[in-house]
């Protein structure tokens, strides 16, 4: 957003509440079509270019399939996040890190914002401020939504030769945890390895990771940063207010992520480039910030609600969602890959897993239960 809003010529300040660069803990896969919405190019931060992609359930191949064509790139979010920074710096962006948002005041178009090192005056207060976004707070935007948690370790293997096994490959294994998945992401000198859930009250996550380890065959030498947890917020409710005349939320604070898979980045991207568009015309034309939540719940929320269903399906029954992936994890596989590259939405999917997978009566069922 920084990027774009400079690049408009608006005079945009960004404020970090960390040092730059910041460790974050994330598998740092960006997917083809977050980095065909990126606008720019971000190969010099890319560690590793995914080709194949493998499910599995327990270690048991599901799946697999090589691409011609990358279809994830993989990044450290201290590098990439730092990268964004550095592009946009350079079309003007002022950058205070070290600096927490505390609040806003005042009327639409005459804002005060107060930080822990001060206060400026603004226009327009956007906030991509994460899953407990106090720019939501501040705005008064009552942003429902579910969560699930993912734990990560970045580790270092005992025998080198397993990180050249993963390399340019994606894992992604079923059955490791309830309500979720893990998974292997290789970087240039170490693997990003993850749990995750949406299941509420697990216990004994790092017990979940090592077994994880165990069973990926991996003993790890060193940690590159300890093992960290963090929430991602899913199935963002449709009725939520992402913006009003004062300011807007976007990514991880509006509340959209993939249900399926975690997935943040590329909504973080997309309603990034929506804000700035919607901040522009404020400044241009004066039209109001509001707009910006009809434009993203036009381009996002159906597709979301769908694979809020599928997600449903596949990791709130453990009996049906064995099933499933032992009888259609060919074509799982293959339609969740067709929705990280943009060839087909979750509505497409859902209805080819369904035909495949069960009678009408059992499927009705299921929605209603959703819904
Ligand atoms: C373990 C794990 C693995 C994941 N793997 C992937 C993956 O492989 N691919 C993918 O696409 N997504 C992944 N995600 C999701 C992804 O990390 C998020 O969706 C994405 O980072 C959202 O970006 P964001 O900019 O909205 O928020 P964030 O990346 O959370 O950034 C928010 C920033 O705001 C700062 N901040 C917070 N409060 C304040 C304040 N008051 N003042 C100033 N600054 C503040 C924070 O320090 C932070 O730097 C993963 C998530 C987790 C937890």
Known sequence: MGYDLSQYGLKVLLVEKESLPRYKACGGGLTRRTLDALPFDV?????????????????????????????????????????????????????????????????????????????????VVA??????????????????????????????????????????????????????????????????????????????????????????????????????????????????????ERGLVAGDAAGFTDPMTGEGIFYAVRQAAIASQVIKDVFLSGSSVAEYTGLVKREFMNDLIWAKRMAHVLYRYPAISRRLLFRCGEALGENQTAVILSQQTYSDVFRKIAILMLNPIRLLSLLSQND
Request: aromatic share 10%; charged share 25%.
């Open 43 to 123: 190969s010099p931060v890319i560690e590793d270019y995914t080709y194949t992609a493998r499910m599995l359930y327990r270690n048991r191949l599901l799946y697999v399939k090589t691409h011609d064509k990358p279809i994830v790139g993989m990044v450290m979010r201290d590098d990439f996040d730092y990268f964004l920074i550095e592009q946009a710096m350079a079309k003007g962006l002022v950058v205070h890190d070290d600096t927490a948002f505390e609040s806003v005041s005042g009327r639409a178009g005459e804002l005060l914002i107060k930080t822990s090192k001060g206060s400026y005056k603004a226009k």
């Open 127 to 244: 906030g991509a401020d994460g899953v407990n976004s106090s720019v939501a707070k501040a705005l008064d935007l009552k942003i429902k939504h579910d969560v699930m948690m993912a734990i990560e370790g970045e580790v270092c293997p005992e025998d080198m030769g397993m990180l050249e096994k993963f390399r340019n490959s994606i894992d992604l294994d079923f059955g490791v945890i309830p309500g979720g998945y893990g998974w292997v992401f290789p970087k240039k000198d170490h693997l990003s390895i993850g749990v995750g859930s949406s299941i509420r009250g697990l216990r004994d996550w790092k017990g979940y990771f090592r077994s994880y380890l165990e069973l990926k065959g991996i003993i790890p030498e060193s940690m590159k940063y300890p093992v960290r947890g963090r929430l991602i917020p899913i199935n963002p409710h449709k009725g939520n207010i992402l913006s009003n």
